[in-house]
């Protein structure tokens, strides 16, 4: 009789569990329907060589997914002083406001008439003075932007230093999605992307948005699995993971791997360079605070020294 009822309980147990299995599936199938698109797309330029590599990366993503894009131009005078020649920079600070903002509706006609017939949806010019970051952002929740895409110099002075912070606060401050160009970074197909992971609840939301990008850009995605040791309960843990989001997220070009990194920056990339990937994908999350200085950490040493773009992805 004990018996029986031990074999009723697992019964049961293993039935509830299943049933639970199946209410998570499908709400996080749910919550994946239309979950992303990439309609908005915002760039900003201050018309250096490393904000125009950024600007074509955005206008050949809006052309993918059939995109509108946003050209914008926060003003200062110290800065636009560093592209003028010899007769511009005598002018007085209204002509170069003027002269600013010619410079941008027309590098916004040159865009559009280049991309023309391509897919991207139209390309308008937003020019502002005041302070970079809050500015973008600001447009940024106003226009309901979907995706920034900026350029980056590195840190090696301190001008540098100074509008590399300022980026660096748009990556971390964003409502949405950024995708960071590193200098030196032509225009190049995106065919495979790594999603890097460390198998926590919000990414089996966030694949999803990670989906979606390959598809309009027709990309595999190799979905990585960042871990500091090996050990059984790791790979239980990266097993039932691939199980449950094989489960809901279909896509044909996704694979799984596991690696272990000493160095999570070092380590992604090597891992990057080795398997000739074209983009590296990260997720922003909801962490504590020394969580978010070991996550800030690898996010500015990307910025800082990668020769690769890279994504940080927000979820809603």
């Known amino acids: 009789m004990q018996v029986r009822m031990r074999s009723d309980r697992g019964v049961i147990t293993s039935t509830i569990n299943s049933l639970l299995l199946y209410l998570k599936i499908l709400y996080l199938s749910q919550q994946l329907t239309s979950y992303y698109s990439m309609n908005k797309i915002l760039c900003p330029t201050d018309f250096s060589d490393v904000s125009l590599n950024a600007i074509e990366f955005a206008a050949k993503l809006a052309d ?3 995109a509108s894009l946003r050209l914008m131009n926060v003003f200062t005078e110290e800065d636009f002083n560093q592209i003028l020649d010899t007769d511009s920079i005598n002018k007085d600070y209204q002509e170069k406001l003027t002269l600013a903002e010619k410079k941008l509706n027309k590098l916004c006609e040159e865009v559009a008439e280049l991309e023309k017939g391509k897919g991207m949806l139209g390309c308008s010019s937003i020019f502002k003075t005041g302070k970079l970051t809050e500015s973008v952002i600001e447009v940024a929740l106003e226009e309901k ?3 920034i895409v900026i350029g980056t110099t590195g840190i090696t002075g301190m001008a540098e230093k100074y509008v590399g912070s300022k980026s660096l606060r748009i990556i971390e401050d964003a409502p949405c999605s950024v995708f960071v160009v590193p200098v030196d970074q032509s225009f190049h197909k995106i065919k495979k992307i790594v999603y890097a992971t460390d198998y926590q609840e919000e990414d089996k939301l966030a694949i999803q ?3 979606d990008l390959a598809t ?3 990309a595999s995605i190799n979905m990585l699995h960042v871990s500091h ?3 059984e309960i790791s790979e239980v843990i990266y097993n039932d ?3 449950e989001i094989t489960s809901f997220a279909h896509y044909k070009k996704l694979s ?3 690696e272990v990194f000493s160095s999570a920056t070092k380590g992604l990339k090597e891992y990057m360079h080795r398997e000739k990937a074209d983009l590296l994908v990260l ?5 504590n605070f020394f969580q978010n200085l070991f996550h800030h950490s690898v996010t500015r040493d990307l910025y800082e020294f990668s020769d690769f773009p890279f994504m940080v992805i927000k979820n809603s």
């Open 64 to 66: 993918a997914s059939h």
């Open 256 to 258: 799984f791997r596991k």
């Open 283 to 287: 997720l922003s999350k909801k962490r």
């Open 241 to 243: 993971f691939i199980e």
């Open 209 to 211: 948005q990670v989906i």
């Open 145 to 147: 932007i979907d995706l």
């Open 229 to 231: 040791s090996d050990n």
């Open 216 to 218: 309009v850009l027709d």
